[in-house]
Every structure is written in C-alpha cells, then in structure tokens.
C-alpha cells in the first residue's frame, strides 16, 4: 500500500515511466488537509490517528525511500568510483552525502540532483511527521497525567468529581496541532 506510488507503470507505447506526484504525507496521513499555495499541512482529528501506527508506516515509508535513493546513487556510480570509496553494496546517501556527491559530480552528475533532492526532502518531511507524533503521543500523556492527577486529588479532598459520558476532555486543547512541510 505505501508503496505504490513509486512502481513504475507500464505505458501504452510498452515502456515504462515512474507515477509522479507521490508523496509520504499522501501515502500514509489520511486525516489531514494540505493547503497547495502555502504547502503546509494540517492535522484535521489528531484523537482519530491511531499514533503509535501512522509512526510505524511512516517509518516504514522512509525506510523504503532511504533504500531506493541509496540504490539510485548506487546503480549511477561507475565501478571505479565505487574503488575510489572502498565500498562493495550501496552507501547510504544521507550519511555520505558530501563524498556520494562528489563522486557524482566526477561522472557529470548521470542522475538529476532534482531528483536526489525530492527522496531527500521526502524522506526528511518523513522523519519531521514522526517527530510530531511523538510530540503529540506526550501531549496527551502529559495532559492525561494532570488529569487523572487532579481527578485523584479531589478524591482525597472529599471533593465529588462528576462523571459526564458525554463531555470528553480534549487533551490536546490550546496544542497547536499544525504540521508543516
């Protein structure tokens, strides 16, 4: 499923292109709204998402753009180069980006840097979203903590507390819940 943007698709003339246009926060952020003019992103009901699973596929996600760049670096250098950095399987990219790169530029860039930078951004607006889970995960731990911590210490004051089904506490309220590209 997290995938399928990034196979390449048979055309009618038998050859194959690569669907443009896929995108991590589109793959695996169904609860949100992407503005197109200012190209932030914003989190429609974050108490919908289940957190702990949208991090695993979004992890998932970059893991599989991390592979794929590195393999794409890999396959445009030539087996000298390949000597020259004392490398025998893929390099990751991001790690050695300074050295991959100038090793790519030796060889007159045979792929596009535009497109080394789109994985790249994916990858690290992936690593962003999974930033922000965590930070709301917290926020609701936190505000979950006082609650129950006030709940607790009325109790102990003799205070009643009222148990209303119908009014939940939003633990995320006055929380900016914006998510950025």
Same mark, same amino acid.
């Given at each position: 499923?997290?995938?399928?943007?990034?196979?390449?698709?048979?055309?009618?003339?038998?050859?194959?292109?690569?669907?443009?246009?896929?995108?991590?926060?589109?793959?695996?952020?169904?609860?949100?709204?992407?503005?197109?003019?200012?190209?932030?992103?914003?989190?429609?009901?974050?108490?919908?998402?289940?957190?702990?699973?949208?991090?695993?596929?979004?992890?998932?996600?970059?893991?599989?753009?991390?592979?794929?760049?590195? @393999?794409?670096?890999?396959?445009?250098?030539?087996?000298?180069? @390949?000597? @020259?950095?004392?490398?025998?399987?893929?390099?990751?990219?991001?790690?050695?980006? *300074?050295?991959?790169?100038?090793?790519?530029?030796?060889?007159?860039?045979?792929?596009?840097?535009?497109?080394?930078?789109?994985?790249?951004?994916?990858?690290?607006?992936?690593?962003?979203?999974?930033?922000?889970?965590?930070?709301?995960?917290? *926020?609701?731990? @936190?505000?979950?903590?006082?609650?129950? *911590?006030?709940?607790?210490?009325?109790?102990?004051?003799?205070?009643?507390?009222?148990?209303?089904?119908?009014?939940?506490?939003?633990?995320?309220?006055?929380?900016?819940?914006?998510?950025?590209?």
């Amino acid at each position: 499923m997290a995938m399928q943007g990034m196979r390449s698709k048979p055309t009618k003339e038998g050859g194959r292109t690569l669907n443009k246009g896929f995108s991590l926060h589109l793959l695996v952020f169904p609860l949100a709204h992407v503005c197109n003019d200012t190209n932030k992103m914003t989190l429609i009901n974050p108490q919908g998402m289940k957190l702990n699973i949208y991090k695993q596929k979004v992890e998932q996600a970059i893991k599989s753009y991390e592979k794929r760049l590195n @393999k794409i670096v890999w396959r445009a250098l030539s087996p000298e180069e @390949k000597k @020259k950095l004392d490398a025998n399987k893929p390099m990751r990219y991001l790690e050695n980006k *300074a050295a991959l790169n100038e090793a790519l530029e030796r060889l007159n860039w045979p792929i596009s840097l535009k497109e080394l930078s789109l994985l790249e951004n994916e990858i690290l607006a992936g690593k962003m979203y999974v930033q922000q889970a965590m930070e709301l995960q917290e *926020a609701v731990k @936190k505000e979950n903590y006082v609650s129950k *911590a006030l709940e607790e210490q009325q109790k102990i004051q003799g205070t009643p507390t009222k148990k209303n089904k119908s009014k939940k506490l939003d633990p995320l309220r006055g929380q900016k819940v914006i998510a950025r590209c």
